[in-house]
């Protein structure tokens, strides 16, 4: 059974437009909580982190919030741009982010049309 | 080097064999991580190091799969007698110290078992 779920495998917006990637989680011990972005043949990049005390974390056009009770994130890119085409995976980890055992999503495929 | 380093990038090998693969992890990074993608799957969590602590070896689906550290440094993953469902991209990982700072990924090696 899937921990992490990321339920739209693909998303397409306009550049210059909100892009919304959504995350849902199953496990209530989960406090800590990270999006990455994957280029193809590329390695994930960490893209910004959230702590289950927070309810939101922004970082430049990135922001990530957080509720708790809906046991759901989400990752907003404002605006988009063409290079943020990419697949995004949410992940998650419980004990406040001190083990190595994050648990991700099966990521969405972004694309930003210019 | 300035990333983490992983190799071979590439590997095809016949089902049965064995196969190790390296990850440098960035200078000073205590935390080395392991995970693979499996086509059409988010990222698995294998194994985890950090500093001189015993390895949580969690994730390691099978008693085929293992992994050192030597010197708390070069990681070295080996899977034995190889299987199909083996194929996948091995994700090597590392950081300061934990989930809490910045993971870096390297580019993945990309394992085909025929």
């Known amino acids: 059974d899937q921990q992490v779920k990321q339920n739209s495998p693909s998303l397409s917006v306009q550049e210059g437009r909100i892009s919304i990637l959504n995350c849902d989680y199953t496990n209530s011990m989960f406090d800590y909580f990270l999006w990455y972005k994957k280029y193809p043949a590329e390695g994930p990049t960490f893209l910004i982190s959230?702590?289950?005390?927070?309810d939101k974390n922004e970082d430049g056009r990135f922001t990530v919030f957080l509720n708790k009770s809906a046991k759901h994130l989400s990752l907003h890119i404002v605006p988009s741009q063409p290079g943020d085409s990419a697949v995004y995976f949410c992940?998650?980890?419980?004990?406040?982010?001190?083990?190595?055992?994050?648990?991700f999503g099966k990521g969405t495929k972004l694309s930003v049309k210019p | 080097g300035a990333g983490v380093s992983q190799s071979p990038s590439n590997k095809v090998t016949e089902k049965g064999k064995d196969v190790e693969l390296r990850c440098d992890p960035i200078?000073?990074?205590?935390?080395l991580y392991w995970y693979r993608q499996s086509l059409g799957q988010g990222l698995e969590f294998l194994i985890y190091f950090q500093g001189n602590s015993a390895p949580d070896k969690s994730g390691l689906p099978s008693d085929r799969f293992s992994a050192e550290r030597t010197g708390g440094s070069v990681s070295t993953l080996t899977i034995q007698r190889t299987q199909q469902e083996d194929s996948a991209v091995y994700l090597c990982a590392s950081s300061l110290s934990g989930l809490r700072n910045t993971i870096y990924f390297g580019e993945g090696s990309w394992l085909t078992v025929v």
């Open positions: 992940a998650a980890s419980a004990n406040g982010g001190s083990q190595g055992n994050l648990i």
């Open positions: 200078s000073g990074h205590t935390a």
């Open positions: 959230i702590s289950s005390i927070k």
